[in-house]
Nanobody, 133 residues
Framework: QVQLMESGGGSVQAGGSLRISCAAS????????MGWFRRAPGKDREFVAA????????FYSDSVKGRFTISRDLAKNMVFLQMNSLKPEDAAAYYC??????????????????????????WGQGTQVTVSS
């Protein structure tokens, strides 16, 4: 099983930027498509962004498209989320996750990763992002 550790969160003003990181351990990381998720207080966890195992394709939720960029460094077993033009509604605990079963066609990969927001049993400790207006 891939072990995950998120870091890099903090407090910023609206319009600011943050880059958060996900460090993964496990020999299957390089073959896993990865996702970023977030959970705001009182709300369900939601999907934010996804990236192919090789970084070739990405996908974003409508709420962050054009402002957030997901990337990965295979050599370092890390996934990143660059967040620009942050809004107060982006404030949440951010998590990365994956599942080896999320593979196949683009549609299958994205649908599977998005579903992890509700279905995944294992989550890291997350990293907190606070955005002040």
């Amino acid at each position: 099983q891939v072990q995950l550790m998120e870091s890099g969160g903090g407090s910023v003003q609206a319009g600011g930027s943050l880059r958060i990181s996900c460090a993964a351990s496990g020999d299957t990381f390089s073959r896993n498509n990865m996702g970023w998720f977030r959970r705001a207080p009182g709300k369900d966890r939601e999907f934010v962004a996804a990236i192919y195992f090789n970084g070739a394709r990405t996908f974003y939720s409508d709420s962050v498209k054009g402002r957030f960029t997901i990337s990965r460094d295979l050599a370092k077993n890390m996934v990143f989320l660059q967040m620009n033009s942050l809004k107060p509604e982006d404030a949440a605990a951010y998590y990365c996750n994956t599942n080896p079963s999320c593979s196949g066609t683009y549609y299958v990969v994205i649908t599977c990763l998005r579903s992890l927001a509700q279905s995944a049993d294992y989550w890291g400790q997350g990293t907190q992002v606070t955005v002040s207006s």
